[in-house]
């Protein structure tokens, strides 16, 4: 073709504008997939190219040349361009933003050093006995095998300990025998070192990757591209792995697929298990969703058949569940967050030698400071939130933006001297414990107690060779953990979910009081779990009582269609924040005038205050969008995302959230 110059079209994390056409220089042949180095403004970017053209609409004194294919890495495949632009499209974001949260951070820089090519992919590799699966076991494997060559998602809706993770252990085998390879997503807290030994041992012979945040950029790299060359057949991950690149997968398994870590809350605001399902869809393989309390919208495609249902409703130990108590706090005042039921319910724990652990939603020694002459209370200047005492550090600190200050000797409203703390955190229950039972070894689990990388499992090892006799901490440890000792869980703080402005709150408090009381009574010792409360007849407690997940989901899904949310409705939010009062809401109204022009099928509510209606200084609001179904809501998203786009606004700070999670 003599000198006619060739032209590719380049994917870059830039904003708004998707692709750049660039020009391919002699000697260079990139292929659709590739990344590239190319020059953009004054400096260089990696991007990826995505399509090959004849001619550009850009003056050809203005096309520059691609510097340099990336010839260490592979090109992305085709199923892994179609699901990023899936992605781009669906969430209302750019391509480049999703190829570039999809790739480690190493490989998007424009100068490095060359990588190790990925070690070929070894025969596979001996299979480690597992015990023999429970009837139970064996149904659901079947469920799941029953269709291991199309698109088949599958919810194994288990109560905790029931060994769905045996399940989705033998559904591995299988994807591996049919030598493919297999994706297993857990939450954010669920990849334990437990878990992944567990996954090792099981499959000795093959290269198993862990891919979570603290890995370095180097391993992250190395983790990339052993997934995608399918040198890896197993990759245990959260959530940004379900955009990994593979060589051929054959099943996903999204563990805890209600929990609320699988949506991303900033950027690429994604859910990881939607695009779990989806990915599924296109590659035609199997999905399971496992959960001992599945996410409505889950429970109910499982309900109307759009997914199989496997269910495991018997501990696989044989253990009986934990029985679950009310302790009525209106009756039993609990001192310092302690009631008199649940300090004998620990002093027994203790006499036998068993464990016990107190769930506590907040860190910190109490959620606020009070002042009893003037009623003062400590409240961060830049949030509409308290600051949280902190007495071990002698600090009064917001959990939202990080503001620091020290303790006030005294009221800096009146001068007052009766400044009380008011409520419980971890803090203050660990040292009214200690207070109460001096003898008792106690360790405390959140997120000021395991800053330090490798804390988390120091605490947990102690635990596990019975050095900790009562475990003081946070959600962190509802999740993953197994802790054969411990016979005991309190629930100290729970109530406030009961009344949350969030329809999902309960939804959540539901998975969560389940998730904590499965941590007790596992092994060969019976457990117990008390939640004390203000209202300890309140229907969704007595179905956490019951261990009856049915009755409550149906229960809050007749709300929910009462109330046309999801399921029966899809949501989109806008957010916008601004550093000017008033600035944020009045951008909402005109985005609700400017939708309302081509809103047929969507409702459209009036902005709002957003939940947190000041964060770090800026004033928050909302704007819900709701529609009856995805075909409805998509177009219209996008249409809107335009003209808001066109608008160019330069004060405020908006962001479109579909199908969010928190409102
Ligand atoms: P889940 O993932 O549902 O919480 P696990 O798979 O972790 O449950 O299983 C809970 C416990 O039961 C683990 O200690 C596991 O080793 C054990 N277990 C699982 N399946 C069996 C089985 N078929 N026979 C005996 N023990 C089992
Ligand atoms: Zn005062
Ligand atoms: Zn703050």
């Not at 139970?136 to 288990?158: I, N």
Request: glycine letters at 6%; one cysteine or more; a positive charge.
């Amino acid at each position: 073709m003599g000198n006619e110059r060739r032209i590719v079209q380049v994917c870059l994390d830039v904003p708004l504008v998707a692709t750049f056409d660039f020009r391919v220089p002699e000697g260079l042949d990139p292929e659709v997939g590739n990344l590239v180095v190319v020059p953009f403004g004054r400096t260089r970017k990696v991007g990826v190219v995505t399509g090959r053209i004849a001619r550009s609409e850009i003056a050809p004194e203005k096309l520059r040349d691609i510097e340099s294919v990336v010839a260490d890495v592979a090109p992305l495949g085709r199923d892994e361009l179609d699901l990023y632009r899936f992605c781009a499209n669906y969430y209302l974001r750019p391509l480049g933003e999703v190829i570039a949260a999809s790739l480690p951070p190493r490989l998007r820089q424009a100068r490095r050093r060359k990588l190790a090519p990925a070690a070929p992919a070894t025969a596979r590799g001996p299979i480690a006995e597992g015990p023999p699966p429970t009837a139970e076991q064996e149904a659901a494997l079947a469920t799941v095998l029953a269709s291991f060559d199309r698109f088949h998602p599958v919810l194994l809706e288990g109560i905790t300990g029931s060994g769905k993770t045996e399940v989705y252990l033998r559904a591995i085998a299988e994807a591996l025998a049919r030598g493919r390879q297999a994706l297993y997503l857990v939450p954010e807290i669920g990849l334990t070192p437990q878990l992944e030994s567990r996954v090792r041992g099981r499959f000795p012979g093959e290269a198993v990757i862990a891919a979570h945040s603290h890995r370095s950029e180097g391993e992250r790299a190395q983790a990339w591209l052993a997934a995608q060359s399918g040198t890896a057949r197993i990759v245990l991950g959260t959530r940004l792995a379900v955009l990994s690149p593979f060589a051929d997968l054959g099943l996903i398994i999204v563990d805890e697929e209600h929990d609320a870590s699988y949506k991303q809350q900033e950027g690429l605001r994604y859910s990881a298990r939607d695009v779990a399902v989806r990915r599924a869809q296109s590659l035609g393989i199997p999905v399971i969703l496992g959960s001992a309390t599945p996410s409505l919208e889950s429970y109910t495609n499982a309900r109307d058949k759009r997914y199989a249902h496997a269910k495991l409703a018997q501990r696989a130990t044989g253990a009986a569940l934990p029985v679950v108590r009310m302790i009525d706090t209106r009756v039993d005042k609990p001192v310092d967050g302690i009631s008199r039921a649940m300090r004998d319910a620990v002093a027994a724990r203790l006499e036998r030698g068993e464990q016990s652990l107190i769930f506590v939603n907040r860190r910190g020694f109490a959620p606020v400071l009070y002042c009893r002459d003037c009623a003062w209370h400590s409240t961060c200047k830049r949030c509409s939130a308290n600051l949280v005492l902190h007495l071990n550090s002698g600090e009064m600190r917001c959990h939202h933006c990080g503001f620091l200050g020290r303790v006030p000797p005294r009221c800096p409203k009146c001068g007052g001297m009766d400044l009380a703390p008011v409520g419980q955190g971890t803090q203050r229950v660990e040292e009214s414990l200690q207070a109460l039972f001096p003898k008792a070894r106690i360790a405390r689990v959140d997120r000021d107690s395991t800053a330090r990388k490798g804390a988390l499992k120091e605490v947990l090892d102690r635990v596990h060779a019975s050095e900790v006799d009562i475990l003081v901490g946070t959600q962190m440890l509802a999740k993953g953990h197994d802790y054969p000792g411990l016979t005991l869980v309190v629930a100290l703080d729970s109530d406030s979910a009961l009344f949350s402005a969030d329809f999902r709150a309960s939804e959540r408090l539901f998975a969560q009081l389940v998730q904590v009381g499965g941590r007790a009574g596992r092994a060969a010792l019976a457990g117990e779990v008390l939640i004390q409360t203000d209202f300890p007849t309140h229907p969704l407690y007595a179905a956490v009582a019951r261990n009856d997940f049915a009755a409550f989901a149906e229960e809050t899904l007749t709300e929910r269609r009462a109330a046309g949310f999801p399921p029966y409705a899809h949501l989109a939010l806008l957010r916008a924040e601004s550093k000017k009062a008033g600035e944020a809401e009045e951008f909402l109204e005109s985005a609700a005038r400017l939708a309302k022009r081509f809103a047929s099928r969507v409702e459209i509510f009036d902005p709002v205050p957003a939940r947190m209606a000041r964060k770090a200084g800026f004033e928050r609001a909302q704007l819900l969008v709701r529609a009856k179904s995805r075909a409805a809501l998509q177009p219209f998203l996008r249409e809107w995302k335009s003209a808001l786009d066109a608008k160019a606004e330069r004060r405020v700070r908006w962001t479109l959230d579909v199908d969010p999670q928190e409102l």
